[in-house]
Each structure stands twice: as structure tokens, then as C-alpha cells.
């Protein structure tokens, strides 16, 4: 039996120097890594993560994450710090050690926890507490409308359920500014709560209208780094439990580019597709945008193969003869349940100067059928819904 790979949680407590030099001197496992922030805990291979609940970039974020690539994690907590114990249980570590059993103990306490995750199965994505509401993610390339839908698609969804707004958009966030909210509290405010306790997530949702919650998102698109997709996953799956459907703008650039960090730059938008129970894929109704929306279609389709999908074509011209084409081009080349098509509405532009929704309008109605479907509202009925407004 080979011995186990470690990643040794860099902190100033003695134990960890101690670990360090008796490993290497006398075996029993191998220090495969030393880490000093939550991003270098992910890019290496090794069985357990050991880390000291001092350790600065210890959340539940960052043991959900080593434990869905197959890692365990050890916690170790100060006997003399009887919070330290509930903390490290908290984060859901798979062990737990005293800080003074001593280099032997904890040797064997690396093999014990080491040898329980090889039982276990491997986690394919980013693992998420079990949702009470549903997640419809609202995707397609950017300058496609697509955060102008996903803020009509929840109002209207708010007429006969519970809704929320959430914007994971780590490349170009923009539901404060087009509602004229605040930047603050927002997504990131909402990490805090849910991850480490930190103010109450209710707090960080406003008030959009009746039955509707708005949760904005980054201050800016430099922070994409500050956050990873478990954390915003968790956040998206918390605020679920509180409305019936979460609409979640995000789902931008899908390929799998390689960033900063070992994540790579748009997995978030990846991971929010993946845990998708309905996607609505936006384009501008052009060759152009229908191009573009195809590329994005073959990206969302490899991480959510059998996810219900709808496509939405923006600013559509009045012609029935090219509303055919596009039509025509994107259901024989993907596997769509429907293309439903919104004229350009000057109202829409108002609106967004305004800082508020688009009231009743030729774009609200073209979308309410799409709003009842993602109900659950059988098509032909949705259908007489939008006949009935019109």
C-alpha cells in the first residue's frame, strides 16, 4: 500500500513545522505540497488536504471543492480553543486531530482519513446541497440582451410564483446598474454569509416588486478571482430555498480558458450551466448572432447534455421570412425545445434609462410564454397566455 500524498496548510503553529520534518525523516506519508493560499490547495494532486483552523483560506468552500476532486481533509484544532473543533466540523472536514497528539498521531489520523475517501466515490462537478426551488440559468454570447431578458423572464415569473434575480456574472455584471441598485450588499456580501457565517444572506436580496428578490452581483469584473463557482452555487442554492425559481444571469463565455487561477476563467458560467434544471440561450437575431449562439450551444451542450434548453431570439426582425431562417438554422443544428422570437422595442431602451423593468410592452409579451414555461405551463397553454395579453 503506497503512502499517502499530502498538502500541508501553511500556518505559523508549531505542529505544522513538526509534521513537516518527521514525514520526511521517518515516512508513513509524503509531503506532496505546501500551501499557502486556497488556489494552490486545488491545482496539485494529493490524497488530504492537513490544515490548522488558522489557516486563512479555510472555508466550506475550499473543503467542498478538494473533497468533489477526491481529496480528504484534516482538520486540526487547538485543544485549549473549544470553538476551533465546532468551526473545523462546521466547514464539513473529514477528520479531526488535536494540534498537540503529536507527529505520530497525526501521521496515522492522515492514513485513517486517507484510506475513508478511497471508499467513497468521486465527485465529476462541483457538489451542491440539494435545491428546493429551480434554477434557470439565462445564457448565450455576450451583447445578446441577455441580462434584459433574464430581468423580464423573473418579473414575469413573480406574477404567479416566487422569484429571484441573481447576477453571476463574473465578466460583465450589470443588473445594479440597469436597476439602479446599489453595488452594495451583492454577491460577494452573500459568499460571506452563506460560506463563513457573516451577516445574514436576506439582507444582501432587495426588494424588486412583489414576489420578486434581487441579488446583485460583483462591483466589478476583476473580482471573478475573489470567488470560486462552489461558493457561488452554494449562494444560488440558498437563496432557492426561500423562492420557487432562481433566475441566474451568468452564463456568458463557456470555454474552458485557462486563467489565473486553476479554474480557468469562466467556470463559474460553466459550472451554473451544469447545475441548470432549465436554460434559456439568448442571441441577437442575425447570422451573426445566430453563429455565435451555436458555438455557445455546442459549449452549454457538453456540460448539460439532456438540460432542457430554450433559445430566445433578441431584437428579432419583422419579417416573416428571415424570423423563418433563423428558425430553420437553429433548430436543425441544435437540440432546442422551441425558438421564440422578441421584437426590438423601444420601450426597452426607456426603461433602461429609467433604472426600472420594461412595463407592458411587445417585448414583455413575446417573452411570456417562455415565463410559462419555465412554470411548468404545458406550451399551447402559454401560447393562449400570450394570445390573451396581445
Not at 151 to 170: F, K, N
Not at 192 to 215: M, N, T, Y
Not at 251 to 270: H, I, K, N, W
Not at 312 to 318: K, L, Q
Amino acid at each position: 500500500m503506497r503512502e499517502p500524498e499530502v498538502a500541508l496548510a501553511f500556518t505559523a503553529d508549531v505542529w505544522v513545522e513538526e509534521l513537516h520534518r518527521h514525514l520526511s525523516d521517518h515516512g508513513g506519508a509524503r509531503v506532496r505540497t505546501v500551501v499557502v493560499d486556497g488556489e494552490g490547495a486545488l491545482e496539485e494532486g494529493y490524497d488530504v488536504l492537513v490544515t490548522g483552523h488558522r489557516w486563512p483560506a479555510l472555508t466550506r468552500a475550499l473543503v467542498a471543492d478538494a473533497q468533489t476532486r477526491g481529496r480528504a481533509v484534516l482538520g486540526v484544532h487547538d485543544r485549549e480553543e473549544s470553538a476551533s473543533r465546532k468551526h473545523l466540523r462546521s466547514l464539513g472536514v473529514d477528520g479531526l486531530i488535536e494540534s498537540d497528539a503529536g507527529p505520530e498521531a497525526l501521521t496515522r489520523a492522515i492514513v485513517a482519513v486517507a484510506g475513508a475517501r478511497d471508499d467513497r466515490p468521486t465527485a465529476t462537478f462541483d457538489a451542491v446541497d440539494s435545491r428546493v426551488g429551480r434554477l434557470v440559468v439565462v445564457g448565450g454570447a455576450p451583447g445578446s440582451g441577455r441580462t434584459e431578458i433574464a430581468l423580464q423572464l423573473a418579473g414575469a415569473l413573480a406574477q404567479h410564483s416566487r422569484s429571484a434575480l441573481v447576477d453571476a456574472d463574473d465578466v460583465a455584471p450589470a443588473v445594479a446598474q440597469r436597476l439602479g441598485l446599489p453595488i452594495e450588499p451583492n454577491l460577494r456580501g452573500a459568499i460571506d454569509a452563506v460560506e463563513h457565517g457573516v451577516g445574514a444572506l436576506d439582507s444582501c436580496l432587495f426588494d424588486a416588486g412583489v414576489g420578486q428578490r434581487v441579488l446583485v452581483g460583483l462591483p466589478n469584473a476583476a473580482a471573478w478571482m475573489q470567488v470560486r463557482p462552489g461558493e457561488v452555487l452554494r449562494v444560488v442554492d440558498r437563496v432557492a430555498d426561500r423562492v420557487d425559481v432562481v433566475v441566474a444571469d451568468g452564463a456568458g463565455p463557456l470555454e474552458e480558458v485557462s486563467g489565473a487561477t486553476s479554474r480557468g476563467r469562466y467556470a463559474t458560467g460553466r459550472a451554473l450551466v451544469g447545475e441548470a434544471d432549465a436554460i434559456v440561450a439568448v442571441c441577437d437575431a442575425s447570422p451573426h448572432g445566430v453563429a455565435r449562439l451555436l458555438t455557445w450551444i455546442v459549449e452549454a451542450r457538453a456540460l448539460a447534455p439532456m438540460t432542457p434548453m430554450i433559445v430566445v431570439a433578441n431584437r428579432a426582425p419583422a419579417e416573416r421570412f428571415r424570423r423563418g431562417e433563423v428558425f430553420d438554422e437553429i433548430t436543425h443544428s441544435a437540440p432546442v425545445i422551441d425558438v421564440v422570437f422578441v421584437p426590438f422595442d423601444t420601450r426597452v431602451s426607456d426603461a433602461a434609462w429609467r433604472g426600472a423593468p420594461v412595463g407592458r410592452s411587445a417585448f414583455a409579451r413575446a417573452l411570456t410564454p417562455v415565463a410559462a414555461w419555465l412554470s411548468g405551463v404545458p406550451r399551447c397553454a402559454a401560447e393562449e397566455m400570450a394570445l390573451e395579453r396581445s
